[in-house]
């Protein structure tokens, strides 16, 4: 069981740049969401999404952030023209049922993205 | 907007000692969780509690929930320096599947 797996570990991008963020969930999840974290504080959420749909995106800013989960294929956050402030770690969760149930989220081990 | 709050902020204690951190919460929720963070590391699961009143163990550490109190406590029995890290308290809004994390606390055990 490989956990939950994102990639890459590290990111660099120039201001302006595209970011792409992959998600593959546990195996036998369909939830997947996605947190961030910047330095010294706890994670805030963006985003939770099942297989092609969107549930809930009131974490997201309004503009150059996108998310998707397509029937084949990872779970992708996709941040346009990045700018200083979105350097920060993002993190991705999965979970077999809505709302964790008994055994919770299983985070991954997240993507640190870092604009020059 | 549920808001999660922690404390304290940051905790150094002595090897063999005891401590309690505390989570509350601002609304309704019995799903709460508890996680630790080394510096640079992903998110390891430590508790879900499910219910009021319930209350977990595993090794040094025991968490429990008082739902009407909306109240979590994270209890440290006789600290090594192993455990130091960031503990983050979680709480589930429900039907919003999402969580609400606390600021966290960031603990040193010195020895």
């Known amino acids: 069981n490989a956990g939950v797996m994102q990639n890459p570990r590290h990111l660099v991008r120039r201001r302006g740049q595209e970011a792409r963020l992959r998600c593959s969930p546990m195996k036998g999840h369909s939830h997947v969401y996605w947190y961030r974290q910047l330095p010294e504080e706890g994670l805030k959420f963006m985003v939770y999404l099942q297989k092609e749909n969107i549930i809930d995106e009131s974490g997201m800013p309004k503009e150059r952030f996108s998310a998707e989960f397509p029937k084949e294929g990872p779970s992708i956050l996709r941040i346009q023209q990045v700018v200083r402030g979105d350097s920060a770690a993002y993190f991705c969760?999965?979970?077999?049922?809505?709302?964790?149930?008994?055994?919770?989220?299983?985070f991954g081990s997240g993507t640190r993205l870092t604009v020059v | 907007e549920l808001k999660v709050e922690q404390n304290p902020l940051f905790l150094s204690m002595q090897e063999g000692k005891n401590y309690t951190i505390y989570c509350n919460y601002s609304t309704t929720s019995d799903r709460l969780y508890w996680y630790r963070q080394d510096p640079g590391k992903s998110l390891e699961s430590l508790f879900v509690?499910?219910?009021?009143?319930a209350v977990k163990q595993e090794g040094r550490l025991m968490a429990s929930l008082d739902t009407k109190a909306r109240l979590s406590t994270l209890h440290i029995t006789a600290a090594v320096h192993d455990l130091s890290a960031t503990y983050f308290c979680?709480?589930?809004?429900?039907?919003?599947?999402?969580?609400?994390f606390g600021t966290g606390t960031r603990l040193q055990v010195t020895l």
């Open positions: 509690l499910l219910s009021n009143g």
């Open positions: 979680a709480v589930d809004s429900g039907t919003a599947s999402k969580l609400t």
């Open positions: 969760a999965s979970s077999p049922l809505q709302s964790g149930g008994r055994g919770g989220y299983t």
